[in-house]
């Protein structure tokens, strides 16, 4: 197609054209004026992925960041987020605007409802279905930002909306993972060892009272001298009962009473050993006494702190979560887009939709308008032809 073509075209569809480009701009002028223009409001919401939901001050390395950002998004679109912000705010109260297109809608519902072809709802069941499909939350690429976004004709209303959502969503988020029941499973493991640890100090401190440690710390080792002294005697008696059998015979009375104070030695030895196992066997339950007190202090601190950290949670509010709200939304000045961005968006489409639908036309044309088709479709040469003015 050469360019006397598409000027040929042109000129011969110019007035369709044109009347199509004025028609499709007339139409997008008058919406742009009898639709309210859309404003959006949004909402920056800060989650730090590496600490505990509860308590800020808690690490928790090895979270995935996608992970907790995809699972903060579900709780932000859950049905008890939406519902709590709707039952907030109130939109299925806002007063209507009148509306043809909602009214022919609300007719068709009501016919279908009619009919049992639909289900009878509530306003507020609308809006709550309307709201988890039209609430846009978006976790940011590669960051810890989650932007909660919602457009409406109202920017107060859109703004009141996505700032309900949030708070709502921090609500909820307290509430899910605040910890039932774990500090009163600490309480009661408290007070059994308290109970434990109070018997064995009164056990303790009844042994003190009935025994003098230190006099039984010196009676141990009076008790040890002695036994080495005695262990002396008889490496001194077996010595000389050797000497004396080199001399005399086993039943001589010098062999035999050495023998006998030997005997008296070793009998003093074991009477010895007995007192010091009797001796150590206290002290031993003394000390393993005491070792056993310490490790129950120790343990019940242990739960004590446990306790303190889970009752800590259970009281926990907004300020030791790992949630933090950058910017809470405020109701736009300006509309999303401007009329005039819309108009020129309108130009631009109406000119391509206008030339393809003279395209259409052109190519479902079957008027004869030069020689040349009229001698491709009779078969017979040109003799002449008469410009017509």
Do not use: C
Not at 48 to 61: G, L, T, V, W
Not at 165 to 176: G, K, M, N, P, R
């Amino acid at each position: 197609m050469t360019k006397r073509d598409i000027f040929i075209f042109l000129f011969k569809w110019h007035r369709r054209i044109i009347a199509m480009f004025l028609f499709i701009m007339l139409v997008t002028i008058v919406l742009q004026y009898v639709t309210p223009q859309p404003f959006t409001a949004k909402a920056v919401i800060l989650v730090e992925h590496n600490r505990a939901p509860m308590m800020r001050s808690d690490i928790a390395p090895g979270m995935q960041t996608l992970d907790v950002l995809n699972t903060q998004v579900d709780i932000i679109l859950s049905h008890t987020v939406i519902a709590n912000a709707v039952d907030k705010v109130r939109p299925h109260e806002r007063p209507e605007k009148p509306s043809i297109v909602r009214d022919i809608k609300k007719s068709f519902r009501a016919g279908l409802e009619t009919l049992g072809l639909a289900d009878k709802s509530t306003k507020r069941d609308n809006w709550i279905r309307y709201l988890k499909k039209n609430v846009s939350v978006k976790a940011l690429v590669s960051s810890s930002i989650i932007h909660v976004k919602y457009t409406d004709e109202d920017p107060k209303w859109s703004s009141d909306m996505v700032n309900a959502i949030v708070q709502a969503y921090i609500d909820h988020h307290v509430e899910l993972y605040r910890p039932r029941g774990t500090a009163e499973v600490y309480r009661k493991q408290m007070e059994q060892l308290r109970q434990q640890l109070d018997q064995h100090r009164d056990q303790l401190e009844s042994i003190n009272q009935s025994e003098d440690v230190t006099a039984a710390t010196e009676q141990r080792r009076s008790l040890i001298l002695q036994k080495a002294a005695f262990q002396e005697r008889i490496a001194a008696a077996e010595q000389t009962l050797a000497e004396l059998l080199l001399r005399f015979t086993a039943e001589h009375e010098k062999v035999k009473s050495q023998r006998q104070q030997l005997a008296s030695f070793r009998q003093e030895i074991e009477t010895l050993d007995n007192q010091l196992r009797k001796l150590e066997l206290n002290l031993s339950k003394t000390t393993q006494m005491r070792l056993n007190i310490a490790t129950e202090e120790s343990l019940y601190q242990a739960y004590k702190r446990r306790y303190d950290e889970e009752r800590l949670k259970e009281l926990a509010n907004a300020d030791l979560i790992n949630v933090r709200v950058v910017e809470m939304s405020t109701p736009s000045v300006r509309p999303d887009r401007s009329r005039l961005f819309f108009i020129a968006i309108a130009v631009i489409g109406a000119l391509i939709f206008s030339i393809g639908i003279a395209f259409i036309f052109e190519y479902f044309d079957r008027r004869v308008n030069n020689s040349g088709i009229a001698e491709e479709i009779l078969g017979v040469p040109e003799l002449g032809s008469i410009d017509a003015y």
